[in-house]
């Protein structure tokens, strides 16, 4: 492939898989568009390599944090920037990372595969991105993610696993969840991204056994590279706009995106 495309495809998935706008569903998208042949699972790795980095990198800090609350926990929460972590949060996460761990090991398949269609894709753009409109706009709640517990965060573990489906979103359904049992927008976010930590560690590791010494090529490394920063910028700077504004910016977007799907297919 070329390295324009390795690029794209990099940058496509470092802002698709954590702004709510859904990477699988870009990634069936933009190759419909640009008639851009599937690149096989081995380019696959490097995005989710690349995804792996970013989310670690950002994160690092926090994951210490909760570390060390599971093993020592203290009476007080430990506080990371304005968020106070709850000693439970890592045996919340592990439970709640459950049923996408089921869904994924039976349906990994079937999502890869036969749900690409880009109609399907448009259909849940559309669909769940009213729905987050929907609730972003009824509830306007402030909890802190120190208010999750095992109940919240499960159901925010059912959510993730309906991602599976291209063009959903992980942190878009999570978020939308999550705001639905009562979080602010920037705690389900945060929330949202720590649930997916070890869903996407996961995915990566599984990825691995497609991975070949002929796979590794320049344009495997810049997509790689590409998706890990973009990916870290995606996440940082989403954070930061949710602490003051709601997610009707990206709802648009999702409607656009699929009306525009929608029109390509009916013309090709």
Known sequence: MSLLQAFVLGVVQGIGEFLPISSSGHLVVVP?????DYQ???FDVALHMGTV????????RDWMIIFSEALSPTDTPNKKDNFKYPSNLLWIILISSIPAAIAGYFLQDLAEHALRNPLLVATMLLSFGLLLWIVDAAYKNQDKIEKIGYGKGFLV????AVALFPGVSRSGVTATTGIFLGLSRESAMRFSFLLSTPAVVGAF?????DLS????????????????????L??????KYLANHSFTPFV????????LIFLLYLIK
Request: aromatic letters at 16%; glycine letters at 8%.
């Open 205 to 209: 590791i599984l990825t691995l056994k």
């Open 40 to 42: 096989g699972l081995g």
């Open 157 to 160: 573990g059912i959510s993730q």
């Open 53 to 60: 980095l970013a989310i670690l990198a950002y994160f690092w």
């Open 32 to 36: 419909y568009i640009f008639g851009w």
């Open 213 to 232: 010494a002929a796979s590794i090529d320049v344009a495997f490394l810049v997509a790689v590279a590409t998706s890990a920063v973009v990916g870290f």
């Open 252 to 259: 648009i977007y999702r409607i656009l995106l699929a009306a």
């Open 234 to 239: 995606s996440i940082k700077y989403l954070l």
